[in-house]
């Protein structure tokens, strides 16, 4: 197969866990839910970072915020100061009919492709809470698929390859990490210190980093300012990366998933979105009134949705924000406009980094 399995990568400084293998046979239900997300506060573009070391640096500390958007959270504050949106404006109900139903007219063209893997984040005890570190190795595996060469057409990473990451590399670094940060077994990471071990560790370098997006994934020209880079930075002989493999680690609601560009032909790229811990509600076919009900036989196996094009990119990360969202975060939306001040509360901030190799 193009490549067949990670074990072939020299990991620097790294000696793998050779007790992470074993048998997982029994799905943890009950694995927890992640609660780290970055947040970005730049200017109106929210592209405002450049890829040199000390912009690299100021970005990662800006991601480092830490939100609680779940259940257990405290009570959201309400803000008697700022704006409400506009009883003209789409409610998120309406917009979440839109997304999931342009995400389902693509998936029945087959424009993107829904697959699982066979494990998950957590199936391994010790990958919970590891979104944060799995979405960057993804990234570092593939720009590391030795068999790509330049000009070659590019498979993507095996589910056997995504599965070793998931559960033999993470929990082998996971508490590396933790430990030099003092945190106890198990604790969230911010992803600002998972991106800092990984350019300590020479898996990632300053270097690669490309830029930083993100904003509103609901407004339009946010989440187009992050898909349109992706898309122009190797495309076309003039390209600033022309050869080069790019990736990003997202960073949305408190979870983190990866975002890989396939080359299919000098014209022609895929993006593998991988979701190491996907919501039942963001992988379900048929009509959405469905989705009140949860699925109780429902696996969280690591899915991959495969974008055939930019576009399909963009309405799978649309509805992938639209099904994250609780009735709370959807009632909050429905209040209030985006404002920037005020990213630290709002449900709909997005961030992603960009890498290239």
């Known amino acids: 197969s193009l490549y067949s399995s990670p074990s072939d990568i020299s990991y620097p400084n790294i000696s793998p866990n050779n007790n992470a293998r074993q048998d997982y046979s029994m799905p943890l239900s009950h694995t927890p839910q992640q609660t780290m997300m970055g947040r970005q506060t730049s200017q109106d573009s929210f592209r405002s970072i450049n890829s040199d070391a000390e912009t690299l640096h100021r970005a990662l500390m800006l991601s480092g915020g830490v939100m609680q958007l779940n259940a257990a959270s405290a009570e959201r504050p309400m803000h008697p100061d700022r704006k409400r949106r506009s009883q003209s404006e789409l409610s998120i109900q309406i917009l979440r009919v839109c997304y999931h139903d342009d995400f389902e007219e693509l998936r029945n063209q087959g424009r993107l492709r829904v697959s699982q893997a066979n494990t998950h984040q957590g199936r391994n005890p010790g990958s919970t809470n590891g979104c944060s570190l799995i979405a960057p190795l993804l990234c570092y595996h593939h720009f590391h698929n030795d068999s790509w060469e330049k000009g070659d057409v590019d498979s993507g990473l095996t589910d056997g390859a995504i599965g070793e990451v998931i559960d033999t590399f993470t929990p082998s670094l996971l508490p590396e990490v933790r430990s030099n940060l003092g945190l106890y077994k198990d604790a969230l990471i911010i992803p600002s210190d998972v991106h800092s071990f ?160």
């Not at 949305?252 to 396939?262: N, R, V, Y």
């Not at 209030?336 to 990213?343: A, L, P, T, V």
């Open 198 to 357: 990984l350019i300590e560790k020479e898996l990632l370098s300053s270097e690669q980093f490309v830029t930083v997006c993100g904003g509103d994934i609901l407004n339009e020209k946010h989440l187009m300012a992050f898909t349109d880079e992706l898309k122009s930075l190797n495309e076309g002989p003039n390209s600033q990366y022309h050869g080069r493999k790019i990736a990003a680690t997202f960073f949305f609601h408190e979870h983190i998933i990866s975002i890989l560009k396939l080359r299919r032909s000098s014209d022609e790229y895929w993006y593998d979105v991988i979701d190491s811990l996907p919501k039942e509600k963001t992988l379900r076919r048929g009509p959405l009134l469905d989705y009140e009900t949860e699925d109780p036989y429902f696996v969280p196996n690591t899915s991959r949705i495969r974008c055939m094009n930019n576009d399909a990119l963009k309405a799978t990360l649309k509805w992938y924000g639209c099904s994250r969202f609780t009735d709370e975060n959807m009632a909050y939306v429905d209040m209030y406009d985006w404002d920037e001040s005020y990213s630290d509360f709002d449900p709909r901030v997005f961030q992603a980094f960009i890498w290239a190799a």
